[in-house]
């Protein structure tokens, strides 16, 4: 960049005047000889319009003020956020406007400082963590409903630790808490606050843990915002309730906890159930159960009486009285027909018997008929299986008598 003066402007007078295009463009040639700077200062106005931004940067200790103007190509490149209070430097270059008479600052660059610088570095980290899915509401935690032992990370004697201890005491006497005492703020904050988190979620009887703070301006508010106490949170099994106590400038441990309290007050109100409020509660359930039962008593009651108090219930002797005429034509029924079945199996007996006796030999002997047996039991059945004088038994229809063969000879053939 060139620091040397322009050429000595020539001599004006009211009769030789300079013309009003002449002096401005005398004037953009002397601006543009400044070439692009840096300044730093506060942004006090901050407008876009069409894709750019128009406004006003203003000198930290003085009274000074200068417009601006960010092209919409320029704005792309530049950190999210950016706006009206921010303490920034930019890489700016003069640009008098010969037409309209105005000087304006291209901006090509901005870059925070400061708190500003901070707040831009905690804004990339909150970008990382989300993108991470640390903040997801999928991943958090329910609070268990009455929690036999808090775990409480705090500062040593703060008040917000009287008041988680006080006002959770308040409504549910009986509560137990677990306290850790750390650093909240300073070079020891994040260390202690690590240790006494990660302590806590060993602890098996610790059900829900809550780090408290009773607020502070953002410097001091850093510990809970760094990524060390983020991830120690992030990596809890036991459920984290965050009661920084800060809505301006919300701290990152706010975003990952398993719920945000906006006073550690509200945090022992959230933690802990009213026991007035649960014995209401029990007695409402008691009254509408009782309600409900009763109703269904009476209920089953009345449709009890509509059943009895139908014909067929009314008197139950005609069931009976059916019954009884049906028994009866069912006995008289079944002894018929016993009794034809035992006429038919008598009338098939005595078919069978004088069958049998007339199949019987005894009944062929009485007719006068006789049996002729040799001595050695054989049936005789013809005569030439007799020989002259052999012994023979014949069977008669009353007894059996012994006789002796005869074979007549040729003489006695004929004979009767």
């Not at 692009?36 to 750019?52: K, L, P």
């Not at 660059?109 to 905690?122: A, S």
């Amino acid at each position: 960049m060139t620091d040397t003066a322009p050429s000595t402007p020539s001599p004006t007078s009211a009769d030789a005047p300079w013309p009003v295009a002449e002096l401005s463009q005398k004037l953009k040639g002397w601006i543009d000889r400044l070439g692009a700077v840096w300044v730093e200062g506060e942004i006090t106005q901050w407008g876009v319009s069409g894709g750019n931004v128009y406004g006003k940067v203003k000198d930290l200790t003085q009274d000074a003020t200068v417009s601006f103007v960010v092209w919409s190509s320029v704005r792309s490149r530049l950190p999210e956020g950016l706006g009206q209070g921010d303490r920034v430097v930019m890489h700016v270059k003069a640009n008098w406007w010969v037409k309209g008479g105005s000087l304006t600052m291209q901006v090509f660059d901005i870059r925070r400082v400061g708190l500003g610088d901070l707040l831009e570095r905690l804004e990339r980290l909150r970008q990382s963590l989300r993108a991470e899915g640390l903040f997801e509401a999928s991943r958090k935690k329910p609070l268990p409903f009455l929690p036999h032992l808090i775990g409480l990370v705090t500062g040593t004697d703060s008040d917000a630790e009287k008041d988680v201890l006080r006002n959770a005491a308040l409504r549910w006497p009986s509560v137990a808490f677990r306290v850790h005492h750390s650093a909240v703020q300073g070079d020891r904050a994040v260390g202690e606050l690590v240790t006494a988190i990660e302590a806590l979620d060993r602890d098996p009887e610790v059900d829900v843990i809550i780090v408290a703070r009773g607020g502070g301006d953002f410097q001091n508010l850093l510990p809970f915002s760094d990524e060390r106490v983020v991830r120690a949170v992030a990596a809890c099994t036991t459920p984290v309730v965050s009661a920084i106590g800060h809505e301006n400038d919300r701290p990152l441990l706010d975003d990952v906890a398993d719920l945000r309290a906006s006073t550690p007050t509200d945090a022992a109100k959230r933690v802990v159930p009213d026991v007035s409020d649960e014995l209401a509660g029990v007695d409402q359930a008691r009254s509408r159960l009782r309600s409900r039962i009763s109703l269904l008593v009476r209920t089953e009651v009345d449709r009890l009486g509509q059943l009895r108090s139908r014909p067929a219930l009314a008197s139950s002797s005609w069931i009976i009285d059916g019954r009884a005429d049906e028994l009866t034509r069912l006995v008289a029924r079944g002894a018929e027909l016993a009794t034809r079945r035992l006429d038919r199996a008598t009338d098939e007996l005595v078919e069978r018997r004088a069958r049998l006796r007339s199949l019987s030999p005894q009944s062929t002997l009485d007719r006068g008929y006789a049996i002729v047996q040799r001595a050695d039991g054989g049936v005789v059945r013809a005569s030439a299986e007799l020989s002259d004088g052999d012994a023979l038994r014949l069977t008669l229809a009353d007894g059996v008598v012994a006789a002796e063969a005869r074979i007549p000879g040729p003489d006695t053939e004929g004979e009767q």
